[in-house]
């Protein structure tokens, strides 16, 4: 079965400091992968996604993530957090459909709250 | 991208009463969904709507519960029947398959449903 590990709960960072926040995923082939932010009170924000090709993904707001297979990983990284990066972040696995590659239904890690220190 | 128009963002509801949550985007899609996030938690699926046919429940959700319609490619409707406490969480709209650019493998999502039940 499809699930999404994110085994860090809550994390602080100092504010220029570097980040990255952990994802692991269980899926039989390679799968679509997704990281989002949920700021309080907020919708989810696509961040940065994989489906194929470059394993290094560039994302909005200065973040990247790394494929990688053999770890069956996906980690979020940012060189220098910003106070307004302070967020709850959800890493997601997809499988595609035949429908010309739309995403099927996301199973979402439980997700990590960020806290960024002054 | 997709734009998802959520009704209502918010709402109070006494228990024993039904809430119908209406997600319309703004473009054709493949694929409409519709999550849960109970407070403090991560996003559960409840269920695909399909056009024209019965949606696709996952396991721990029911049609007598969660009746969801979609009548056509740009919208679909969750009610949340005979309500209980239990039942506060935000609801979510999310499509993919763009039908009408090639960004048809992303998944977006609305800004939620809040929903208390006193």
């Known amino acids: 079965a499809q699930s999404v590990t994110q085994p860090d709960i809550h994390i602080t960072v100092s504010e220029g400091a570097s980040l990255e926040l952990r994802c692991n995923y269980s899926?039989?082939?390679?799968?679509?992968l997704f990281w989002y932010v949920q700021s309080p009170g907020q919708g989810l924000q696509l961040l940065l996604k994989y489906f194929s090709g470059d394993t290094l993904v560039q994302g909005i707001k200065g973040f990247e993530a790394e494929f990688k297979r053999s770890q069956s990983s996906f980690n979020l990284r940012k060189p220098s957090v910003h106070w307004s990066d302070a967020a709850e972040y959800f890493c997601a696995v997809g499988a595609p459909l035949n429908y010309g590659g739309a995403t099927n239904k996301l199973i979402f890690g439980t997700g990590t709250l960020l806290a960024v220190q002054p | 991208s997709a734009v998802i128009s959520q009704k209502p963002s918010r709402d109070i509801c006494q228990r024993g009463t039904s809430l119908t949550i209406q997600c319309q985007v703004d473009?054709?899609?493949?694929?409409m969904f519709w999550y849960r996030q109970q407070p403090g938690q991560s996003l559960t699926l409840i269920a695909t709507?399909?056009?024209?046919?019965?949606?696709?429940?996952e396991s721990g959700f029911v049609i007598d519960k969660f009746p969801i319609s979609r009548p056509n490619l740009t919208f679909s409707t969750l009610t949340v029947s005979n309500m209980s406490p239990e039942d506060s969480s935000i609801y979510l709209c999310?499509?993919?398959?763009?039908?009408?650019?090639?960004?048809?493998?992303?998944?977006?999502f609305g800004q939620g449903t809040r929903l208390t039940v006193v």
């Open positions: 709507a399909n056009q024209g046919s019965e949606a696709t429940y």
């Open positions: 999310s499509v993919s398959g763009l039908r009408s650019t090639l960004m048809n493998t992303e998944a977006f």
């Open positions: 899926y039989g082939a390679t799968p679509y």
């Open positions: 473009s054709q899609v493949t694929m």
